[in-house]
């Protein structure tokens, strides 16, 4: 029971922990939290195989950023604790979805029973290049025989700027209408 | 002038046109014109076709003109083309003459008709049709004037279409004829199955080495094609729609059933000779049916008191003599007749168009009578006409049946049997004929007043064409005359290429192997006269001097009476056994088949993709978490099946 | 030493865990957190492979969907902001219109 285990396993089990409590939460802003605590975990976890690089964007990109993003809209929209969430489904329901669930997991798990793999293990300790997933190295690569997709993610972060401006501007006089009022399209947009 | 064959049919057909196209735009003097001037001229260029044809020598008359290529197709090979020759010649001599005297006649007898301009379309076309139909030089051709013919007659016997009665009776007619034109065309086909040609020449000539002589399929060609000429004809068992037919105005009736149309069946068999005297037992079934009809349908003549009815079973009647001749190979006895017939035929008809015009509108001889001193010129052409009829000596009938009747007792292909039917059928013919001349024209007038204050003649236009008929009636056996009276017979002399043309002399060599004595000839010449005289004074008798013995032998017989003015029922027998199956059929077909079966089908179709959209519309429920379950249910089986299976 | 399947196992569950949260939950935005965890659980299950065959391409491959996901994020995020506006509600099961 080396360093590695215990690391792997703590993380392991708060990134398990984190996502789990994230679903079952009623407040939206814990969930999100929870979410970032599993994120943290699974950070670890890339650095100990190696991804240096990736680990830490992860950290400031989809932690720092993306998170906050979320919290934003959540501040934005002024969500309560208690919003009306409605009749929880029934258990039929429930049962089929986690049943569903479980088999995906349990079918992933017998594929990769199949793989076999030589490098057997992992770790900061035994690395084995200098440069394994440095900045240094996955620049390389990036901006060699992948740089294509790389100028296309450029373009596509572009338009996703524009997409969420465009969409979310807030027309002259609009007044949100609750629920129950909403235009029935159905019926050709009367109440 | 052999150039002009085809005009002879063609300007009928330009005067139907006109008439046709323009009515209601064209005055009545005009109409009456073209359509009378369109056949006169068809029958002026026939005569000069006659003498055209009578100046080749005898093996030379046979000539063909082709107006073009009708249907190349493969190995059938038709054209437009008109022959003429000897038997051609005659029919459209009859043909377009009758016609013409008819057309004027009409002029007359419908003057006040609003259909004035359609009826005179319709018998352009029917004149035109019937011509194509004798001028044909091969089957289709006439087969395409066979049933034009058959058209007009169903458009000129509804006429009055208003009246039921009437439009009933065209698609009588029609309907019958169809069932007779089935059997001809298939005739047709086993001829062109086995001969590979329709062209009359090229199937006369081929015959012989095509078919076996007395084999079954040339037999069954023959019958087939016979099977055409007794719905066409009126023969047993589809003459039902000539009664009927007596709805019509009376010139169409004196022309198309009487002159015309009815006689395209023995004209075919005529023409198509050669198969026949290959075939003596299906010649044995045409005399066989053609003797029975004439017995028949004179019974029936009997008791009719309708004056139209009367003279259409006599039609049915003398059309069973001219098959019997067919039927014993005289087929140049069979064609004297026709045209003798037409002559006389038309002048009863017309004649009695004037009674039934004279008596405004009356057809029941009960309620004639005493006509005789109101109808000058009406009465002694109609006398002319019933002396034709009858076979008194001198006139045209009589030696046209006669020639018959002794062809068909020393023929070779005859029996004395045949003889008898026709003798006996004779006396009858004689009885109701002049049964109809007492009941009509002597005797007590039996009309009601008003009725009588209208009495007139007819006018000229109406006279005139029953006049030169009666001098035809008279003078038109002259050229038929049998040889024992020390002359040429003219018109067997003419007509004898036709016969022997192409399966060498059929008739000659059985008439003189099977011909009798002269002795016989005049023998059986005078017992029918004899006959003839004797039903002939029984009728006078009967209906003339002693009414009451008439009446009282009617209740005497009276269960055969009914039968025979109900003829024999075979109508209602018909309707029983073959009309009415026929309807329930259809109605089941409608009913069941129709709605049930094949509108459940199609509309149960409908109902059943309607009602599985209705089910499977229930899967867009609009709930995306429901959508996303069935995504990952179907991740599952896919990564199930690929692993695993 | 710790087997490389161990960590695509726990890749396997957490993206398991980020189905349950899609198909069970009603809020909106915790639906939209879970798929941002299952592209998480991806992302380690590529980094896992990437250190096993022992190549960088893995890592791009990581680098590339972070991007994507980050573009969807905020989108998606607007979308649902538009949405609230006119619903009041981040409940899924009201935005169920598109029916039948």
């Known amino acids: 029971m080396n360093l590695d285990t215990i690391v792997f396993l703590v993380s392991a089990v708060v990134a398990v922990f984190g996502a789990t409590m994230m679903i079952s939460q009623r407040n939206t802003v814990a969930s999100v939290l929870y979410l970032i605590l599993s994120l943290a975990a699974q950070a670890v976890l890339y650095i100990q195989l190696g991804a240096i690089f990736l680990g830490a964007v992860l950290i400031i990109v989809y932690a720092g950023a993306i998170m906050v993003l979320f919290l934003f809209v959540i501040m934005l929209l002024n969500l309560r604790g208690n919003q009306d969430m409605g009749d929880p489904p029934g258990p039929v329901s429930r049962f089929t979805k986690y049943l569903v669930s479980i088999l995906l997991v349990i079918e992933l798990v017998f594929i990769i029973r199949g793989v076999a793999f030589d490098t057997d293990a992992s770790g900061i300790m035994s690395m084995t290049a200098d440069n394994f997933g440095s900045v240094k190295a996955v620049a390389m690569l990036l901006f060699t025989d992948y740089l294509y997709p790389f100028e296309l993610t450029g373009v596509l972060l572009l338009v996703a700027i524009i997409g969420a401006v465009v969409v979310s501007k807030r027309e002259k006089d609009k007044t949100p209408t609750p629920t129950d009022q909403a235009p029935d399209i159905r019926n050709g947009g009367a109440n | ?645 | 030493m710790i087997p490389i399947s161990a960590y695509l196992i726990l890749a396997a569950v957490l993206f398991g865990i980020g189905t349950v949260g899609v198909l069970t939950s009603r809020n909106v935005i915790v639906i939209f957190m879970a798929i941002e965890l299952m592209l998480n659980a991806a992302n380690l299950a590529l980094i896992a492979f990437s250190r096993g065959l022992n190549v960088l391409d893995g890592h791009v491959f990581v680098f590339l969907v972070l991007t994507v996901a980050a573009a969807e994020a905020a989108v998606g995020l607007a979308l649902i902001v538009l949405i609230f506006r006119n619903r009041e509600s981040i409940n899924i099961d009201r935005f169920s219109i598109m029916k039948w």
Request: aromatic share 14%; net charge neutral.
């Open chain 2, 1 to 645: 002038m052999f150039d002009y064959i085809f005009l002879v049919p063609l300007i009928p057909l330009v005067g139907f046109l006109f008439n046709g196209l323009l009515i209601g735009r064209v005055p009545r003097p005009l109409i009456s014109f073209v359509g009378c001037i369109s056949v006169g001229l068809s029958f002026l260029l026939s005569v000069f076709l006659f003498f055209s044809l009578k100046s080749l020598p005898p093996e030379a008359r046979f000539i063909e003109q082709v107006l073009f290529s009708w249907i190349p197709a493969g190995s059938l090979h038709v054209d437009i083309a008109f022959l003429l020759d000897p038997l051609s010649t005659v029919m459209i001599l009859v043909v377009s003459g009758v016609s013409f005297l008819i057309h004027v006649y009409s002029v007359g007898y419908m003057h006040d008709d609003p259909g004035y301009g359609r009826y005179f379309s319709f018998l352009n076309l029917f004149t035109f049709s019937m011509l194509t139909l004798v001028l044909a030089n091969n089957f289709v051709l006439m087969f395409v004037g066979w049933e034009g013919v058959g058209l007009c007659s169903y458009l000129l016997i509804g006429f009055w279409f208003e009246k039921k009665s009437a439009s009933d009776a065209g698609k009588k007619a029609f309907i019958v004829n169809r069932i007779g034109d089935f059997g001809f065309l298939l005739g047709m086909f086993l001829i062109f199955w086995q001969v590979g040609s329709l062209h009359f020449e090229t199937v006369m000539k081929a015959a012989p080495t095509v078919f076996m002589a007395g084999g079954g399929l040339i037999t069954a060609a023959c019958l087939l094609l016979f099977v055409g000429a007794i719905g066409k004809s009126a023969q047993i068992p589809l003459y039902v729609w000539l009664p009927d037919a007596m709805e019509g105005p009376t010139p169409v009736s004196a022309l198309i059933h009487a002159a015309t149309m009815v006689t395209a069946g023995v004209y075919m068999i005529a023409r198509t000779n050669a198969l026949y005297v290959m075939a003596p037992d299906a010649l044995m079934v045409v005399a066989i049916v053609g003797a029975v009809t004439a017995l028949f349908a004179a019974t029936i003549g009997l008791a009719q008191n309708d004056i139209k009815r009367v003279l259409a079973y006599s039609t049915v009647s003398q059309l069973g003599y001219m098959f019997l001749a067919c039927g014993v190979t005289a087929f140049t006895a069979g064609i004297f007749h026709l045209m003798t017939h037409a002559f006389f035929k038309a002048l009863l008809f017309l004649g009695a168009g004037s009674v039934i015009h004279a008596m405004s509108a009356e057809q029941d001889m009960r309620k004639m009578g005493g006509l005789k001193k109101y109808l000058p010129i009406t009465y002694p052409t109609m006398l002319i006409a019933t002396l034709a009829i009858t076979g008194i000596p001198g006139l045209s009938g009589f030696f046209s049946k006669d020639e018959i009747l002794w062809k068909s007792f020393s023929s070779l292909n005859g029996h004395p049997l045949l003889w008898v039917i026709g003798f006996v059928t004779a006396g009858l013919t004689a009885f109701y004929m002049f049964r109809l001349i007492y009941l009509t024209f002597h005797g007590r007038e039996r009309m009601d007043d008003k009725t009588k204050h209208h009495l007139h003649e007819s006018p000229r236009t109406m006279t005139v064409p029953l006049i030169l008929l009666a001098v035809f009636s008279v003078i038109g056996g002259w050229i038929g005359m049998p040889h024992i009276f020390g002359v040429v017979n003219y018109f067997e002399h003419w007509l004898e290429p036709v016969m022997a043309h192409g399966a060498g002399a059929a008739e000659g060599p059985m008439l003189a192997a099977g011909g009798g004595d002269t002795g016989t000839e005049v023998l059986l010449m005078v017992v029918s006269v004899v006959l003839v005289l004797v039903a002939i004074f029984a009728a006078r008798y009967y209906y003339l001097k002693n009414t009451q013995a008439a009446t009282s032998l009617s209740e005497k017989l009276s269960g055969v009476h009914q039968l025979l003015l109900n003829k024999y029922y075979v109508d209602e027998i018909y309707g029983a056994v073959i009309v009415r199956p026929v309807v329930y059929g259809s109605i089941f077909l409608w009913k069941v088949v129709d709605v049930v079966i094949i509108d459940g089908f199609a509309n149960g179709m409908a109902t059943i993709i309607r009602d599985i959209s209705e089910l499977l519309k229930n899967i867009q429920t609009g709930q995306v978490r429901k959508y996303a379950t069935i995504f990952v249910v179907g991740v599952v089986i896919l990564i199930a099946y690929f692993t695993f299976g």
